[in-house]
């Protein structure tokens, strides 16, 4: 597995005010689509492309053009629902396909609740967006569907992750031999006691979209 930490001060100014407990909702939204774009250019480095002549208003132009299959984009919800604008209008003929989880925030498992994704990604580049890389559970569970249905590369992109998450993710890419590269707006010190990254950001799915419960 390859991990990628992306080191621009425009991405860390923007992930400083992500941060803020200050920074409001429609603000939250907003800055998270900017990283994801910023995030993308680098993630998608290794794209597969084909030869396209096209021509110009005054001669032929030997360029490219994304090949098929498709490029699939995968964001988990509900967070990385947050993260689709953002990679899309980087890459608007990508597919998107859906993993929905949840993570009991007592036993720190992740459970899915939706999925929607292609029944062959044989031959295809998945791109899967989550903000959060905690413990590891939910991008652990999301790659091993893509690997299971013939994915065969994956890049996963995330604003932030704990040492920890890397680490699961470092041994199950280990055994599943799929190629993957994390790319990260930044990497923080540590998992609380109630699995929360520290310093963190707090809850992505209740910053994008405010909190859920039973009101
Ligand atoms: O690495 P893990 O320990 O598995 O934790 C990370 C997951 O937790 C959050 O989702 P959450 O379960 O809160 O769902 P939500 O997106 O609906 O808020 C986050 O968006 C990740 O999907
Ligand atoms: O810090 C964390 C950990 C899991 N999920 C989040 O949204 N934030
Ligand atoms: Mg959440």
Redesign the pocket.
Known sequence: MKQLVVDHPLVTHKLTTLRSRDTDSPTFRRLTEELVTLLAYEATREIRVEPHRVQTPVAPCDGVKLSHPRPLVVP?????LGMLEGMTRLMPTAEVGFVG???NEET?Q?TTYAERLPDDLSGRQCYVL??????????AATVQFLVDRGADHITCICLLGAPE?LHRMQDLLDDLQVPCTVVLAGVDERLNEQ?YIIPGLG????RLYGVVGDA
């Open positions: 988990i919800l509900r967070a990385g989880m949840v993570r720190l992740p989550d903000p959060m890389l905690a413990t590891g559970g939910t991008l998450g699995g809850d992505a799915g209740d």
